[in-house]
């Protein structure tokens, strides 16, 4: 049975990159769009409020957990157009895995995350970033980064279920954006007031970007963070993965 589950995973996950072939504009406009984020905010806007020494070398690690947190609109979308559309209905008469369209759909946005986050890392080496933690540091900071955006996803995922509708996605994934500016990514919470910096400082998406900036050796680390980084996206999977599968199954029937 596990098999199986994982073969109709895959197919789901070559149906879903096949789009990317159908739909290039989709996957340049995500890949572009936190590039003009680290240029506007690096050198159009300013920041750094609160930063001490080289600004880009806390923005990138700040952009790179910004960028797994944006973009899941693609994701809610495509779940709730399969819905609308009687795909996931056709899938249902097949004998396939519960769960295996969510799982191709999360697998192909996970790689898509993971392009995303070479494009970005090659735009900061070109603009003069440098990572200090060494080959270990930077692999254990991007797999902080993975899991950071599969925890998001599941959250997307299950927001997506509940909104059922295209027309929804766009009201609900609103939601991510307080989620992803309320955050350290782009200024330290020192330089905030009291009680915002402290509310700043318990986001998850803020402890996953301090704990990147120690792995790779920037201004704003706190080793202390590391250990959260990875507990708020594994809390948030067991809450939200089974909350998902179960609701898709429950809408199989």
Known sequence: MRTYALTDSWTMTRRELAHWARQPGRLVVGLVFPVMLLLMFGYLVGGGRGVSG???DYLMPGML????????????????????KG???????LPMADGAVLVGRSAADM?????????????????????QGGPGAFLGAVGLLLLFRFAMLWIGIQLALVAGKPEMVQAVQILVWPVGFFSNALAAPESMPGWLGTAVAWNPM???????????????ADPGHLWAAVAWPVALLAVFFPLAVRKFARMSH
């Not at 795909?87 to 008469?93: C, E, K, N, P």
């Not at 995350?113 to 603009?127: E, K």
């Not at 803020?206 to 790779?216: D, H, I, N, Q, Y």
């Open 111 to 131: 790689l898509q995350s993971a392009v995303g986050l070479a494009v970005l890392i090659v735009m900061g080496l070109a603009l003069g970033w440098r990572p």
């Open 65 to 84: 957990a910004l960028t797994m947190a944006f973009g899941l609109e693609g994701t809610m979308l495509a779940v709730t157009q399969d819905l609308d």
């Open 87 to 93: 795909v996931v209905d056709r899938f249902r008469s």
């Open 206 to 220: 803020s402890r996953t970007a301090t704990a990147v900036r120690e792995l790779f050796g920037g201004p704003g």
């Open 54 to 56: 080289d600004y880009l």
